[in-house]
């Protein structure tokens, strides 16, 4: 992702900021992969911010050094995706889970940052519909999903067995028909509000426009949920 003198990419132009992923996380409404502190996510998320996916741990070899040093517009931010809100219990989007004014506060991270954001489908209205994982297996396969689903909520996100009752079944044509956008949301206040929130937002951010990249971050402002 490194560019020449001519400002263009040498192999590739971006790439996914995966550990954006923990974004997410940080208010703190819902089980996670990443079992640690508040202060620890908040960090590991800083560094993506500042520095891109190479910045995830302090640059240990040439090759760190060289993905630290790729323009922030050579990643792509997000809140959201399919694999975030279907790994969720239920499905359940961040705006189900968290405060209004935690969600907008995450979200203009990802909207105003130099890098590339990404909306994952409904975001710009704070859609309310959910996205459970489902998949049209059948047969042997189709059960292997329902089972591989149990299991990866029990050992990733330390689901109890009480609460995997909840769980949506994949194969189920309901769960499917569950994670269709409603577009007439879009008449509501609430999600007019969020449109309108999300194109002033959007309007501000010019990814990789702000000249040298020297955003500066800290673990103890991003970290206090009172702030």
Same mark, same amino acid.
């Given at each position: 992702?490194?560019?020449?003198?001519? &400002? /263009?990419?040498?192999? $590739?132009?971006?790439?996914w900021n995966?550990?954006?992923?923990?974004?997410?996380?940080?208010? &703190?409404?819902?089980?996670?992969?990443?079992?640690?502190?508040?202060?620890?996510?908040?960090?590991?998320?800083?560094?993506?911010?500042?520095?891109?996916?190479?910045?995830?741990? +302090?640059?240990?070899?040439?090759?760190?050094?060289?993905?630290?040093?790729?323009?922030?517009?050579?990643?792509?931010? #997000?809140?959201q995706t399919?694999?975030?809100?279907?790994?969720?219990?239920? &499905?359940?989007?961040? $705006?189900?889970?968290?405060?209004?004014?935690?969600?907008?506060?995450?979200?203009?991270? $990802?909207?105003?940052?130099?890098?590339?954001?990404?909306? #994952?489908?409904?975001?710009?209205?704070?859609?309310?519909?959910? #996205?459970?994982?489902?998949?049209? #297996?059948?047969?042997?396969?189709?059960?292997?999903?329902r089972e591989?689903?149990?299991?990866?909520?029990? +050992?990733?996100?330390?689901?109890?067995?009480?609460?995997?009752? /909840?769980?949506?079944?994949?194969?189920?044509?309901?769960?499917?028909?569950?994670?269709?956008?409603?577009?007439?949301?879009?008449?509501? /206040?609430?999600?007019?509000?969020?449109?309108?929130? $999300? /194109?002033?937002?959007?309007?501000?951010?010019?990814? &990789?426009?702000?000249?040298?990249?020297?955003?500066?971050?800290?673990?103890?402002?991003?970290?206090?949920?009172?702030?």
């Amino acid at each position: 992702m490194m560019r020449d003198s001519d &400002g /263009r990419a040498r192999l $590739y132009s971006a790439q996914w900021n995966h550990q954006m992923a923990h974004l997410r996380e940080l208010p &703190g409404a819902e089980p996670c992969s990443l079992r640690a502190p508040v202060d620890q996510k908040t960090e590991i998320v800083s560094r993506m911010l500042a520095i891109g996916f190479g910045g995830i741990t +302090k640059a240990t070899n040439e090759a760190d050094e060289i993905d630290c040093h790729a323009p922030p517009a050579a990643y792509v931010s #997000f809140l959201q995706t399919h694999d975030l809100v279907g790994n969720d219990l239920l &499905g359940q989007r961040i $705006y189900a889970k968290a405060p209004v004014h935690a969600v907008r506060a995450l979200s203009a991270i $990802y909207l105003l940052v130099p890098q590339i954001p990404m909306l #994952f489908m409904g975001d710009e209205w704070g859609a309310s519909t959910p #996205f459970p994982f489902f998949c049209d #297996f059948d047969g042997d396969t189709g059960q292997q999903a329902r089972e591989g689903r149990l299991k990866f909520l029990r +050992k990733n996100l330390q689901v109890e067995e009480r609460e995997l009752v /909840r769980v949506p079944d994949p194969l189920a044509e309901l769960s499917f028909r569950s994670a269709h956008l409603d577009w007439n949301e879009l008449s509501e /206040r609430e999600h007019a509000e969020w449109l309108h929130w $999300y /194109r002033r937002h959007s309007q501000s951010s010019e990814p &990789g426009q702000l000249g040298p990249w020297t955003i500066r971050w800290s673990v103890e402002s991003l970290g206090d949920p009172s702030r």
